[in-house]
């Protein structure tokens, strides 16, 4: 009569552990699209009389805007201009801000890259990188608008009417969306790391 043979356990293998939804790009991608479209809403208010006088949006800021005094678009207005001036000249014109540029740039290819394949810890440092260069680019727009606004700041003694300027809560909301895109990224990389660390050799 044959003896039984033993049987022999399979060895388990620990499988690595869920990173849930941190552990995907879809945070960082989400947060990256909603920075974009905040863009275009107002980064600055220029008052009179504490009332809303103009705004600028981010977008605006990127690619230049025009400072006739009858549009809606522009730092100061014009007081020495002439009621029936219609067109504006190349002075009239603000041109494009380098550092809302490279703002825009930044979170348009961290968004783009959030979508191409690439190894997963390359593109959470990708977005890393993209998000605190979005951010960085921010803080030195609000520093060169300060600057400005110290330099060209019209006289508010002017016929009765005080100008103020201003960064709006839009824009405030737009850096920590992008402080928030960099930290998700970073959520990722460490889930990976995780993952990494916890398979079988």
């Not at 960082?28 to 504490?50: D, H, Q, R």
């Not at 930044?106 to 390359?122: D, E, N, P």
């Not at 606004?149 to 737009?174: A, D, L, Q």
């Amino acid at each position: 009569m044959a003896e039984p043979q033993p049987t022999t356990s399979p060895t388990p293998i620990t499988p690595p552990s869920s990173s849930g939804v941190f552990g995907t790009k879809i945070p960082s991608t989400v947060t990256f699209a909603v920075g974009i479209l905040l863009f275009f809403t107002p980064f600055l208010e220029i008052k009179c009389n504490s009332m809303t006088f103009m705004s600028v949006s981010g977008v605006q800021l990127a690619t230049g805007f025009s400072k006739d005094k009858n549009s809606n678009q522009g730092y100061f207005p014009d007081n020495n201009s002439s009621e029936g001036h219609s067109t504006v000249s190349e002075s009239d014109k603000e041109g494009p801000n380098i550092y809302a540029i490279l703002a825009l740039m930044f979170a348009i290819l961290g968004l783009i890259l959030g979508f191409v394949k690439m190894r997963q810890r390359l593109n959470s440092i990708t977005g890393i990188i993209m998000a605190l260069g979005t951010t960085i680019c921010l803080i030195l727009l609000w520093s060169d608008i300060g600057n400005r606004i110290r330099m060209e700041s019209p006289n508010n003694n002017n016929m009765g009417f005080s100008f103020s300027i201003g960064m709006t809560s839009w824009f405030y909301v737009t850096v920590v969306v992008f402080l928030a895109a960099a930290f998700f990224s970073f959520k990722r990389l460490q889930a990976e790391s995780t993952n990494l660390a916890q398979k079988p050799t």
